[in-house]
Each structure stands twice: as C-alpha cells, then as structure tokens.
Nanobody
Framework: QVQLVESGGGLVQAGGSLRLSCAVSGRTFSSYDMGWFRQAPGKEREFVATISWSGGSTYYADSVKGRFTISRDNAKNTVYLQMNSLKPEDTAVYYC?????????WGQGTQVTVSS
C-alpha cells in the first residue's frame, strides 16, 4: 500500500510564497512519476504539475507556469511544489498523486489560502 502525506499549506498574502511537500511511503518512489493537483471550493480537481521519475522532465498547467516549480528528492521519498507570486485564485486544497499498476494513490490534501 502506498501512502502519501502532504504538508506545508497555510494562509499567505497575494504575492507571497509557500512550499508544499509530499512524503511517500514505500521503496519504489524513485520509479514513478509524481503529480500535484488542486481543488477549489465548488470546482473540479485540476492538474497543476507533474515530474518524471528521474526529475528530468516536468510539465505545468498554463495557470501556474513560471510561478510554480515541482521537484523531487528520491533519497527522501518526497516531492515538492514551490509556489511563488501566489494569487487569490490559487486558493485550493492541494493534493499529490502517484500511479501504480494497482491504480492512483492520493494524499489527504493540504489547504492553501491566498488573501488579496
């Protein structure tokens, strides 16, 4: 069983920064791509960013490109999301996700609130 635990959310003013972390259990973390998603109140969950197993390839939603950076530390079984120049529309619960042969695994989410 794979377990994911996000942390690092909080309340920040517009223009500020936060770094989210997602710790993943298991010995095969370095073999799999990882992703961040978010869900704002009343909206569907949406893609934010993804990173390949090696960290050599990343991809971002247009809405966060140039402001957010996804990275990973395979020695620590952790993926990060550095969020800069935050906007009120970035307010959401942020989730990390990984995919295994048995299906998708999600963390419990961490709340990010950006005040204007």
């Amino acid at each position: 069983q794979v377990q994911l635990v996000e942390s690092g959310g909080g309340l920040v003013q517009a223009g500020g920064s936060l770094r989210l972390s997602c710790a993943v259990s298991g010995r095969t973390f370095s073999s799999y791509d990882m992703g961040w998603f978010r869900q704002a109140p009343g909206k569907e969950r949406e893609f934010v960013a993804t990173i390949s197993w090696s960290g050599g390839s990343t991809y971002y939603a247009d809405s966060v490109k140039g402001r957010f950076t996804i990275s990973r530390d395979n020695a620590k079984n952790t993926v990060y999301l550095q969020m800069n120049s935050l906007k009120p529309e970035d307010t959401a619960v942020y989730y990390c996700k990984t995919r295994r042969g048995s299906g998708d695994y999600w963390g419990q989410g961490t709340q990010v609130t950006v005040s204007s």
